[in-house]
């Protein structure tokens, strides 16, 4: 039987190892060389706030069955060969240490709830669970573009709900702006279009928005670029924005199914392979090509997750330095804080960014 195991692993592993390695000509979505061609379209949901429902285009979504990965696993992989294991005490010394200064963030929806912002997928509190007052055919719909040309008014409806200005930045944001201040964050990859990266005060070039945003906007049809917040009226007021020039319905850059990813994006070309520390946090890295970035830094650094659930990797294929601090973010972020004694600032930095927003809410 063990030996049956093991073939079985061998197998499903070469072809695990064939999907991952087929390049841009082999039309599929597989490691590095299949990212770059990758864009979006309706299937699976994730994130919070309308980083929206994603599947890679031209194909089905790829999901490793869960008797796959156990298969997997007695055929040898995550194998941690005799080293020990990784603390997330031991994290936080390589970090006091300096040993660890580029830092890449992966992000969700569980980065944003704990602001009040509802996520796609929690029963009676999630996005798509209550979508029926849009009075759409289906939930997915509001972020399909052939329904938007024909109905803009749900998006907008929802729009104003997510619209950047109406939630505020929380611990765990500050974390990640704390980290920017101390030259340490590489970059943050977030699922997340609520903006909120942004209100913590991290600059737009740390950051890598890869479902989209409200910072700007594009007309539908002269395709002229606007800053988001010139149509924040009309939105707040209940009104579809419209091109000053064309009259063209004008949508926020948000990416909806079947739209290609930002440019920025692809920065993960050589950002992970750069990164000496990666920190996924508040996400079911479930929705592709994002959740592949999980596999993208050098099996030697440390990769540590703070989330309600193991996911991805962390579930069926960890490493020797993988690190998994589960249940609530917030509380999960504190505890690394507490680690690297940066109780003291944080408290500083969310004192002195609440006061800038109270005062601009004047």
């Known amino acids: 039987m063990e030996r049956g195991a093991r073939r079985g692993g061998g197998l499903l592993a070469a072809a695990w190892r064939r999907l991952w390695q087929r390049g841009p000509g082999d039309g599929g979505g597989g490691g590095p060389g299949g990212l770059a061609r990758l864009s979006l379209r309706s299937g699976d949901s994730e994130g919070a706030a ?3 429902a994603r599947r890679i285009q031209g194909t089905r979504p790829f999901c490793l069955p869960a008797a796959a990965r156990a298969i997997l696993r007695v055929g040898g992989w995550g194998d941690n060969g005799g080293k020990q294991k990784l603390t997330l005490q ?27 912002i509802p996520d796609f997928r929690s029963p009676g509190s999630g996005l798509y669970s209550n979508l029926e007052q849009y009075n759409i055919p289906y ?9 938007f040309f024909v109905n803009p008014k ?41 903006g909120l990266e942004r209100v913590a005060g991290i600059p737009p070039d740390k950051l890598v928005e890869a479902h989209g945003t409200f910072a700007t906007a594009t007309c539908t049809v002269c395709r002229r670029k606007f800053p988001g917040e010139d149509f924040r009226g009309d939105v707040m007021a209940d009104k579809v924005p419209h091109c000053p020039v064309c009259t063209g319905v004008i949508k926020p ?29 508040g996400t079911s890295l479930e929705v592709e090509p994002f959740a592949s970035l999980a596999g993208a830094v050098r099996s030697s650094v440390p990769r540590v997750l703070i989330n309600r659930d193991l996911v991805g990797p962390f579930a069926w294929q960890q490493r020797y ?28 930095l969310i004192q002195k ?10």
């Open 50 to 52: 309308g980083s929206g």
């Open 90 to 116: 031991d994290v936080a010394e390589l970090i006091r240490k300096n040993e660890c200064r580029r830092v890449v963030v992966m992000a969700g929806a569980g980065i944003s709830t704990p602001s009040g």
């Open 139 to 147: 939930p997915e719909a509001i972020f399909e573009l052939m329904y």
């Open 154 to 194: 749900p998006f907008f409806t929802l729009a104003k709900e997510l619209y950047p200005g109406n939630y505020r930045p929380n611990y765990a944001h500050y974390f990640l702006r704390l980290l920017h201040n101390k030259g340490l964050l590489l970059r943050l990859y977030t699922q997340n279009i609520d």
């Open 253 to 281: 850059d948000i990416v909806f199914f079947g739209e290609e990813l930002p440019q920025r994006f692809f920065l993960h070309v050589t950002d992970f392979p750069m990164a000496d520390l990666l920190f996924i946090i």
């Open 321 to 348: 330095n993988d690190v998994a601090q589960l249940g609530d973010v917030v509380s999960g972020v504190e505890k690394l804080v507490e680690l690297l004694d940066w109780n003291e600032e944080m408290q500083t």
């Open 353 to 362: 960014e609440k006061e800038k927003l109270d005062a601009k809410d004047k």
